[in-house]
């Protein structure tokens, strides 16, 4: 069993930033970082291995957000600049009961509770 607490989420005008975190109780191969807006379905943000460091991001975040994890604290970052009016949702913290990193929800088994993200213009 995996239990996720994710923080950091807020408002902030469009051009500003936010640190999301997210500590993990349990063991994990992988932590990923999703993302639901009103209406719309969940997405794949970024993804990091715990060993490896391999990454994955969506193609709307690239440049602007990074995954970073501090394996000793157990804890993953998203760090998001130059956040976009579309970048507002819900972001959740993820791992998969496995050991791969996918984009797809349906991949992972234990989730946060999430914290939302507002961005103004």
């Known amino acids: 069993q995996v239990q996720l607490v994710e923080s950091g989420g807020g408002s902030v005008q469009a051009g500003g930033s936010l640190r999301l975190s997210c500590v993990a109780s349990?063991?994990?191969?992988?932590m990923a970082w999703f993302r639901q807006a009103p209406g719309k379905e969940r997405e794949g943000v970024a993804g990091i291995y715990t060993y490896g460091g391999s990454i994955y991001y969506a193609d709307s975040v690239k440049g602007r957000f990074t995954i970073s994890r501090d394996n000793a604290k157990n804890t993953v970052y998203l760090q998001m600049n130059s956040l976009k009016p579309e970048d507002t949702a819900m972001y959740y913290c993820?791992?998969?009961?496995?050991?791969?990193?996918?984009?797809?929800?349906?991949?992972?088994?234990?989730w946060g509770q999430g914290t939302q993200v507002t961005v103004s213009s």
């Open positions: 349990g063991k994990s191969y992988c």
């Open positions: 993820a791992a998969p009961a496995g050991y791969v990193c996918s984009h797809s929800p349906g991949a992972y088994e234990y």
